[in-house]
C-alpha cells in the first residue's frame, strides 16, 4: 500500500483504490491533504497492466472460445488488476519523468 511522502501515513485499501479512479495525475493524501505524485515506476506498472485485459481476446483467436467465457476471463482480470494494482503504487512529493 502506498505511504505519503509528506506525513508517513499508511494508505488504506479503500483510500488507495479511490483515489486510483478519479482524473486527476496526483494523489490526495487522506490524512494531510497533499498531493502526492505517483514515482516513475508506479506508473509504468499501471501503464502495462490495462493491456493484460487484452490476452483472453488474443486466446480467442487461437482456441476459438466462447465470447461468454473471454469476457469472464477478461472481468476476472480486471478484478485482479484491481486487488493487486494498490498494492504496487508508491508515491513522491515530485514528480518524475517516467523516462
Not at 491533504?33 to 516513475?40: F, S, V
Not at 461468454?68 to 482480470?77: D, P, R
Not at 498494492?87 to 512529493?93: F, K, Q, W
Amino acid at each position: 500500500m502506498p505511504v505519503c511522502a509528506n506525513c508517513r501515513h499508511h494508505w488504506s485499501f479503500r483510500e488507495t483504490l479511490r483515489a486510483m479512479y478519479t482524473l486527476k495525475p496526483t494523489m490526495t493524501c487522506p490524512n494531510c491533504r497533499k498531493e502526492q505524485h505517483l514515482t516513475a515506476a508506479s506508473r509504468k506498472r499501471g501503464a502495462l497492466m490495462p493491456f493484460l485485459v487484452v490476452i483472453p481476446m488474443l486466446i480467442n483467436v487461437f482456441l476459438d472460445l466462447n465470447w461468454l467465457a473471454v469476457i469472464g476471463e477478461m472481468l476476472m482480470i480486471a478484478v485482479i488488476f484491481n486487488l493487486v494494482y494498490p498494492r504496487l503504487i508508491d508515491l513522491t512529493e515530485e514528480e518524475e519523468p517516467i523516462w
